[in-house]
């Protein structure tokens, strides 16, 4: 794993002027936010920058103003919301660059917080443009990045700043790539990897990276059907991406030759119709699926025996779900394989980090989001992650 600065590189930064990338791309309901997960993911770098001195100037994007301002999509929006986690009030700037920053500064004292308007109001930013970056860093006398989940693009804030100031990895950032170093990078084996989700089609790249850097590979979801459609199984009018199958074949070759085994489920939970607790639920082997039916959840002798693979293992990377989680009794599955692999990683014996939203929201369900060695809210950057991409906002930051 690359090297990068943290906080703790930071000698006395009392009065200086600490840019920190942040994600504050908050859900709105009524006009405030429904979900303040990403604040409290910034907050211990905000606080601590500012409790040591620093005068800190927050940098974020809020939805998708394609390059024009947009009263609906300021940052402003979010300033009630930000404040609420972090205890203190915020000044808001409705520029990024410019005078009216520098004068803003001045207006400042020192550990005071400001909030830069929307970065996405500029062009330059999802251009990376460098004058536009250097516009900015101009402000400022150090750059901090703390938004992970904005890491896999290379846009000005994200990307291009680190090439103009000191750039130093955030607490949330910090704990993130130390999370994902002991998952993929330098991981303890045996490895496990959960990959679950509808269709196979967004995550071929995840699987091909997977095959030769894990042990034990868990198919789940909608794309289990599509890998046992290519053994030829029937599996009746399931969601399955039938053109895909060479391709599930081509995988499960190169697992093969890596000498990573492909875990795919025996007996399935099947129904005629996709609601909550049908009529027609009823659980049989992959080879008895009729006509009618579609599977949408992996059977309970084959989650025990997944179970039993996550007790030879060291290290467990998840991403998606084992079924139709979002609907009783297609939970069952994802739930019973959540619990055993946090029982298994609150005993010592398992380092398991997941993430992506739908994974989230799977451990969250079962009870169990809080038992992981980590869980990743990033979606798209974790995603690219686990297809071995090189994260631009990360490679920017090594030293």
């Given at each position: 794993m690359s090297s990068f600065k943290t906080l703790d590189d930071l000698g006395d930064i009392a009065g200086k002027v600490a840019l920190v990338r942040v994600d504050l791309n908050l859900p709105m309901k009524d006009g405030s936010a429904s979900d303040v997960t990403r604040v409290e993911a910034a907050k211990?770098?905000?606080?601590?920058?500012?409790?040591?001195?620093?005068?800190?100037?927050?940098?974020?994007?809020?939805?998708?103003?394609?390059?024009?301002?947009?009263?609906?999509?300021s940052t402003s929006m979010v300033v009630g919301d930000v404040e609420g986690v972090l205890g203190k009030e915020l000044m808001f700037i409705p520029e990024v660059a410019g005078p009216v920053v520098a004068?803003?500064?001045?207006?400042?004292?020192?550990?005071?917080i400001g909030l830069l308007d929307n970065v996405r109001f500029w062009p330059g930013e999802e251009a990376n443009d460098a004058e536009f970056a250097k516009a900015i860093a101009e402000n400022g006398d150090f750059y901090v990045n703390d938004a992970f989940s904005a890491a896999h693009r290379a846009h000005a804030t994200t990307e291009g700043l680190a090439h103009h100031l000191p750039a130093y990895a955030g607490r949330a950032m910090g704990a993130e790539l130390k999370a994902l170093d002991a998952a993929l990078g330098t991981p303890e084996q045996p490895v496990a990897a959960v990959v679950g989700g509808a269709k196979v089609s967004t995550k071929l790249a995840v699987?091909?990276?997977?095959?030769?850097?894990?042990q034990h590979l868990i198919i789940g979801g909608g794309m289990a059907n599509t890998f046992l459609a290519a053994r030829g199984v029937d599996v009746g009018k399931s969601l399955c991406e039938h053109d895909l199958t060479d391709t599930a074949n081509r995988?499960?070759?190169?697992?093969?030759?890596?000498?990573?085994t492909v875990h795919?489920?025996?007996?399935?939970?099947?129904?005629?119709?996709?609601?909550?607790?049908?009529?027609?639920?009823?659980?049989?082997?992959?080879?008895?699926?009729?006509?009618?039916?579609?599977?949408?959840?992996?059977?309970?002798?084959?989650?025990?025996?997944?179970?039993?693979?996550?007790?030879?293992?060291?290290?467990?990377?998840?991403n998606g779900p084992m079924?139709?989680?979002?609907?009783?009794?297609?939970?069952?599955?994802?739930?019973?394989?959540?619990?055993?692999?946090?029982?298994?990683?609150?005993?010592g014996s398992l380092t398991s980090v997941a993430g992506g939203g739908d994974t989230v929201a799977a451990l969250a369900h079962a009870g169990v989001k809080d038992d992981f060695t980590f869980v990743s809210t990033a979606g798209g950057a974790f995603l690219e992650w686990m297809e071995g991409r090189e994260l631009p906002g990360v490679a920017a930051l090594s030293a």
């Open positions: 211990p770098t905000i606080l601590e920058l500012a409790e040591k001195g620093a005068k800190v100037l927050l940098l974020a994007h809020f939805g998708r103003p394609g390059g024009q301002r947009s009263s609906v999509l004068q803003s500064i001045g207006i400042l004292r020192n550990g005071d699987l091909e990276n997977l095959v030769g850097r894990v995988i499960m070759d190169e697992a093969d030759h890596a000498g990573c795919l489920p025996y007996d399935v939970v099947v129904s005629k119709e996709f609601a909550a607790n049908p009529a027609s639920l009823r659980t049989c082997n992959v080879h008895e699926v009729a006509e009618d039916e579609m599977i949408l959840d992996v059977g309970p002798s084959a989650v025990e025996a997944l179970g039993d693979v996550l007790k030879t293992c060291k290290t467990l990377v998840w079924g139709a989680f979002e609907t009783e009794p297609f939970d069952a599955a994802t739930v019973a394989l959540a619990k055993t692999a946090a029982a298994l990683t609150q005993e």
